[in-house]
């Protein structure tokens, strides 16, 4: 399928076969080098208008009302993937997890969109090295490489955010029974949080906010806040939240020991980490040490070495043991990975 559109550039070129393919050679990591530049840019945007505020001295920590409640915030939302392609996307359920990922990691993006765009840069670059006569199997791994690498980035950013979530949840319920307790109201006090706490903790409060000012309940608000974020703690306070309003009593003082709950949580994390360190380290010398031993041979005995990636029984036993290094690795994460 991919050669025969090839084969016609080659014929429609004749003599000058040479100068497309050059051309292809030029605009293949041209175009690749030019999404990964665009997906920096769009991902560093925001920190970089921070600092640039920080300069001009606007208010950055805590932020106004006014720039961070802003009802048309709350509005925008990315443009969605046209055509067939970006509709049959939609339709999956996968797209729905991406863009609840991209949604707490706080990226304006459409899932839909991404995975066109992904999507494109994996053929393109394909068809680019099929004909620069690159072996199949590492014309696909590169292809599979530029789709699934931004994606897993975008899995850590939002595991980064609501890990400085937690870490920020403490503070958050302190400033909201601090205002309680000087006569303010729950909405009053997601308003302060707002414009005192940084991002993620103020974003996610100032939504909160905002959506009971625009006809939300505030218990419509709060569930939609645990929904967005699927957090354990975030969930412990919304439920809190929502029995105190049903039954009555100190909301200050059950915020007061949520986040006493919570830093007890963190501190406890953070103990059962160190204590798993040798093992995390383990797991990561036994997946690396046969990648370093592969390379090494090829340096020292590369016609020993290139058994694996020429010859069938090679390239099957190779990619046994890829399978069975990311089941080990599986494993060892499944172990260290103690619930707190």
């Given at each position: 399928?991919?050669?025969?559109?090839?084969?016609?550039?080659?014929?429609?070129?004749?003599?000058?076969?040479?100068?497309?393919?050059?051309?292809?050679?030029?605009?293949?990591?041209?175009?690749?080098?030019y999404?990964?530049?665009?997906?920096?840019?769009d991902?560093?945007g925001?920190?970089?208008?921070?600092?640039?505020?920080?300069?001009?001295?606007?208010?950055?920590?805590?932020?106004?009302?006014?720039?961070?409640?802003?009802?048309?915030?709350?509005?925008?939302?990315?443009?969605?993937a046209?055509?067939?392609?970006?509709?049959?996307?939609?339709?999956?359920?996968?797209?729905?997890?991406?863009?609840?990922?991209?949604?707490?990691?706080?990226?304006?993006?459409?899932?839909?969109?991404?995975?066109?765009?992904?999507?494109?840069?994996?053929?393109?670059?394909?068809?680019?090295?099929?004909?620069?006569?690159?072996?199949?199997?590492?014309?696909?791994?590169?292809?599979?490489?530029?789709?699934v690498?931004?994606?897993?980035?975008?899995?850590?950013?939002?595991?980064?955010?609501?890990?400085?979530?937690?870490?920020?949840?403490?503070?958050?319920?302190?400033?909201?029974?601090?205002?309680?307790?000087?006569?303010?109201?729950?909405?009053?006090?997601?308003?302060?949080?707002?414009?005192?706490?940084?991002?993620?903790?103020?974003?996610?409060?100032?939504?909160?906010f905002?959506?009971?000012?625009?006809?939300?309940t505030?218990?419509?608000?709060?569930?939609?806040?645990?929904?967005?974020?699927?957090?354990l703690?975030?969930?412990?306070?919304?439920?809190?939240?929502?029995?105190?309003?049903?039954t009555?009593?100190?909301?200050?003082?059950v915020?007061?020991?949520?986040?006493?709950?919570?830093?007890?949580?963190?501190?406890?994390?953070?103990?059962?980490?160190?204590?798993?360190?040798?093992?995390?380290?383990?797991?990561?010398v036994?997946?690396?040490?046969?990648?370093?031993?592969?390379?090494?041979?090829?340096?020292?005995?590369?016609?020993?070495?290139?058994?694996?990636?020429?010859?069938?029984?090679?390239?099957?036993?190779?990619?046994?043991?890829?399978?069975?290094?990311?089941?080990?690795?599986?494993?060892?994460?499944?172990?260290?990975?103690?619930?707190?």
């Amino acid at each position: 399928m991919v050669r025969i559109p090839l084969l016609l550039g080659f014929e429609l070129f004749g003599s000058s076969g040479d100068l497309f393919l050059l051309a292809l050679l030029v605009a293949g990591p041209a175009i690749a080098a030019y999404g990964i530049f665009q997906l920096v840019v769009d991902l560093r945007g925001a920190p970089r208008k921070h600092v640039v505020g920080r300069l001009q001295g606007r208010k950055t920590g805590a932020r106004s009302a006014a720039a961070i409640l802003d009802p048309q915030v709350l509005r925008k939302q990315a443009p969605e993937a046209a055509g067939r392609l970006g509709a049959a996307f939609a339709s999956l359920s996968i797209t729905a997890r991406l863009q609840k990922i991209l949604e707490q990691a706080n990226v304006p993006w459409s899932a839909a969109k991404l995975l066109v765009n992904l999507t494109a840069m994996a053929c393109l670059l394909l068809a680019g090295l099929i004909l620069l006569k690159v072996g199949m199997i590492t014309a696909v791994c590169v292809a599979l490489a530029v789709f699934v690498l931004p994606i897993l980035y975008l899995i850590r950013r939002r595991k980064r955010r609501l890990n400085k979530l937690v870490l920020q949840l403490p503070e958050v319920f302190e400033l909201l029974s601090q205002a309680l307790r000087a006569g303010h109201s729950l909405a009053s006090g997601m308003q302060l949080v707002a414009t005192e706490k940084p991002d993620p903790a103020g974003t996610e409060f100032g939504r909160v906010f905002q959506e009971q000012n625009l006809g939300l309940t505030i218990e419509e608000a709060l569930k939609n806040l645990a929904d967005r974020m699927d957090v354990l703690d975030v969930r412990f306070f919304v439920t809190a939240v929502l029995i105190q309003r049903q039954t009555g009593g100190d909301l200050a003082e059950v915020l007061d020991k949520i986040g006493s709950i919570i830093r007890d949580r963190v501190k406890l994390h953070g103990t059962v980490k160190a204590l798993t360190a040798e093992g995390r380290l383990s797991g990561y010398v036994l997946l690396a040490l046969p990648v370093v031993v592969f390379l090494a041979m090829l340096k020292v005995n590369p016609d020993y070495a290139m058994v694996l990636l020429e010859h069938p029984q090679g390239q099957m036993m190779l990619t046994t043991a890829i399978v069975m290094q990311l089941m080990g690795w599986a494993m060892i994460k499944k172990i260290i990975n103690i619930k707190v």
